[in-house]
């Protein structure tokens, strides 16, 4: 395996919810700031101190652009980490390279509709890691 860098940067922590409503009164009760006109939405992001953002999907959003996805039964494969990289050419290449190696890729590198080049794979332990760059710079 090469040791050169690809750049990636922890930018979220994703959960995978089967209620949004219920989940993020529960994560209010812990102090997090989110509106309650965001309890109806499919997708919230929300800032953390120190530049992260705690993500959350409801089930029937990943099961929209995850063919094959179904939720799980119990909490495993509802928590995702979600890397930061420069640019679309860089998600493509840390996709290919962590594959290459042997790792698991579950979604190829595709242009998603809300901005990203967005891929994903699995550590070797099975637990979900995102790869994505903003398509368009503004957006980051």
Do not use: C, K
């Amino acid at each position: 395996m090469s040791n050169e860098t690809i750049g990636a940067q922890l930018d979220m922590i994703g959960i995978v919810v089967s209620d949004m409503a219920r989940s993020l009164a529960f994560y209010r009760l812990l102090g997090l700031e989110i509106p309650e006109s965001a309890d109806a939405e499919v997708h919230v992001e929300v800032p953390l101190r120190g530049g992260l953002r705690l993500g959350f999907d409801t089930d029937a959003l990943v099961s929209g652009f995850h063919d094959g996805w179904t939720p799980p039964s119990s909490g495993e494969g509802r928590v995702g980490l979600a890397f930061l990289l420069p640019d679309a050419a860089a998600v493509d290449a840390a996709y290919e390279r962590i594959t290459g190696a042997g790792y698991v890729g579950v979604l190829e590198p595709f242009d998603a509709p809300w901005g990203q080049r967005y891929a994903t794979v699995t550590d070797p332990d099975g637990s979900s890691l995102d790869l994505f760059a903003w398509v368009d710079a503004e957006e980051a």
